[in-house]
């Protein structure tokens, strides 16, 4: 009967391993095999082409690319800048939450998560609007305090997309931080005022370390994002083709190669390095992260 029951259960767990076969391992394994052949031009090049087997060559490739690299580089750069700031403002938006009443937060939190609700190439669009010195109401503003501020610039381009990505993600960090401060025991915060300890210690010394563990979450999560970003740079392109290029990020590279140039194979290997690159990435930073988070 036990033997029985447990197969039972195992048959709830069928459609979700079966699309994680489909959708997950299949497409996956399909890149690494395509990225193991390339396409040979024969005669005058008026053929289709035949596919080879070439092994390892376009991953070697792929890690002489300069401007794959110079990609890959830029975006780290960026986001140990931008997911600093972003969970920053999340950290303090949920202390601030949970200082208010359970009605008041529950208000401010469905307000703070407007902006996470709204897709994220409509975001994109909206603050690109915002941004433009013609129609903008961002440029004028500026000119009367005395900036003249062009936030399509080479200096402001990355500035610009980090505010549009802190803007729309500090909600869905924001809930996940609040959620962990409402496992805080509540008799630590009494303990503590008794101890004359102010609000501001309590929340340094109580509260921020009680969710480190919801701080590497998000942080980890941001990480992944951050080197797949992809919508907003395509967005900016075309309205600054001059600043952001087709190889502004990897994966804007890794489209450019499979949908333009059409060489699939290129587009698959660089596929599989950029997922490598976030799965060390990862490690990397969930091993940094949470052994501070026990300490």
Partial sequence: MIHSLRWKGAAF???????????????????????????????????????RFSGLDN???????????????RVVLFACVQIPVMLSVSLVL???????????????????LVPYMIPGVVAALVWINLYSPDVGPLTPLGKLFGADWNFFSPSMVWPSIGNLLTWHG????????YSALQAVPRELFEAARLDGASEVRIARSIKVPYVRGALVL?????????????????????????TVNDSFTPIMIIYNQAFNAGNYHYAAALSVLLALILGIASFLFYRLTSREADR
């Fill in 170 to 177: 500090i909600g869905y960090n924001m809930v996940i931080i």
């Fill in 13 to 51: 767990t069928v459609p979700f391993q079966l699309g994680f076969v489909f959708l997950y391992l299949v497409p996956i394994g399909y890149a690494v095999y395509q990225s193991l052949f390339r396409t040979q031009q024969s005669g005058l090049g008026l053929t289709g082409g035949s596919e």
């Fill in 59 to 73: 991953y070697q490739q792929g890690l002489t690319d300069s401007a794959f690299v110079s990609s890959v580089l």
């Fill in 94 to 112: 949920a202390l601030f939450l949970d200082a208010l009443s359970s009605r008041a937060a529950s208000r401010f939190r469905i307000l703070l």
């Fill in 218 to 242: 998000t942080g980890l999560l941001s990480v992944i994002q951050m080197l797949q970003i992809f919508n907003e740079p395509a967005l900016f392109r075309n309205v600054t083709p001059q």
